[in-house]
């Protein structure tokens, strides 16, 4: 049983550190994102044009807000619900889960919010850095943080519908 929690919290730390020193180097190395960078790779890294007309590349973004910047101007607010969001996750993770398979899942989710809420303490606001262009759709700018909470979610959405078709 120690054993477990001994890799959990190893899986925590390691992604947390990945995506702690990733919005370092783009907060230092990378200016921000702005208008008076209108065309690829605006402003940032380019990584790849045109490939299937899709775009992607490294920029520094400020998100004051949650998932695509929605209710910025409540960014305290939203610190405390992370925060309290989070320690409902670790307690029933820890005390109540009983499902084997949604641990990894809600460890995902959980590094993810404790990333974006680090973000807060230190910089003020949450540095997004992925930016994909999809055939002229310019889909919102995110972190690895957020790539792990979306990817926490989706799996469980997964777990819950596959065990629900077997029951």
């Not at 390691?14 to 990378?30: C, E, G, N, R």
């Not at 004051?64 to 307690?91: I, Q």
């Not at 641990?103 to 807060?120: K, R």
């Not at 972190?143 to 979610?153: E, S």
Request: hydrophobic share 55%; aromatic share 18%; glycine share 6%.
């Amino acid at each position: 049983m120690k054993t477990k929690w001994l890799k959990f919290i190893g899986v925590f730390l390691l992604l947390l550190i990945f995506d702690a020193a990733l919005k370092y180097h783009v907060f230092t190395s990378i200016p921000k994102m702005s208008f008076l960078h209108p065309f690829y790779p605006y402003g940032g890294i380019g990584v790849f044009k045109d490939f299937l007309g899709i775009q992607f590349s490294i920029n520094h973004v400020e998100n004051l807000g949650a998932a695509w910047g929605m209710l910025s101007e409540y960014s305290t607010l939203l610190f405390y619900v992370r925060v309290v969001v989070v320690l409902c996750l670790m307690v029933y993770l820890v005390l109540f889960n009983r499902v084997r398979r949604r641990e990894f899942p809600l460890l995902l989710i959980i590094t993810g919010a404790v990333g974006n809420i680090l973000d807060y303490i230190l910089y003020g606001h949450v540095i997004d850095m992925f930016h994909f262009k999809f055939w002229n759709y310019s889909y919102p700018v995110f972190n690895l943080a957020d790539a792990m909470i979306t990817i926490g979610i989706i799996w469980l959405l997964v777990l819950s519908f596959v065990s629900s078709k077997k029951s």
